[in-house]
């Protein structure tokens, strides 16, 4: 299925947002996840389904200044 993940039109065969991280090789913290503009809490990711055109913005901490 096709998703916008930050702008960039991709296509993915997950079923969840917790596959699409696997997928993506997120690392297991410092990792924010909306899906259509609404933030999903980590412990939703495996019940939080993926649908076709979903728009996703993946966000990740940085240490620095």
Known sequence: MKITINNKENDTQSVNLSQLADELALPANGVAVAINNKMVP???WEST???EN???VI???ACGG
Do not use: H, N, P
């Open 42 to 44: 980590r412990t939703d």
């Open 49 to 51: 389904t993926l649908a």
């Open 54 to 56: 979903d728009s996703i």
């Open 59 to 61: 966000i990740k901490a």
